[in-house]
């Protein structure tokens, strides 16, 4: 017995559904213009923080801040980054790459992405960092730490062998990036 198609965009079904997948060029062009955007976040997290680096105005030594304080940051940083992402990303709304790139973020089966999905995109889309500072801690007491420089990027190069050619964290979060234009 066969499954019953989907219902077209006149039948009461999703018009997303039926929007062609963003060819990969097109959304490593968006990645690029968005990782531009989480760089200014993160400066300006940097910026919002540093009276807790120790920094004394006038004083030109650069100071590593403690263990607590990067810590601090770095979870600043990464709330932040949800906060941007998991709004954008849901109720059909979309980030500056993805208007300026006619993209949009869309469920499987179409219609808007729900909060929960923004989420588990966001939380996986962190899979690729974690495994790059975990092999960095692990090989740099043998002076190799920057060879886990490309796992920053397994995320993305993981299209490179999906089937649909998406990337890691929409595969797992059950989206697809799609053209809107």
Known sequence: MSSPAPAGPDEGGSPDAFLPEAPLPRRLAALAYELLLYA????????????????????????VPGLSTRAFSLALVFGAGAVYFVTCWTGGRRTLPMKT???????????????????IRYLAGWIGPSIALAAFVALRPWNHGAYALWLVAL??????VDPDRRFLHDRLAGTRIVRTG
Do not use: C, E, K, Q
Not at 41 to 58: E, K, M, R, W, Y
Not at 101 to 119: F, H, K, Q, S, T
């Open 155 to 160: 995320n993305y190069l993981w299209a490179l």
């Open 40 to 63: 200014a976040l993160i400066l300006v997290v940097g910026f919002l923080t540093l009276p807790l680096s120790g920094a004394v105005p006038g004083d030109a030594t650069l100071r």
């Open 101 to 119: 790139w006619r993209l949009r973020l869309a469920p499987i089966g179409g219609g808007a992405v729900d909060g929960r999905r923004a989420v």
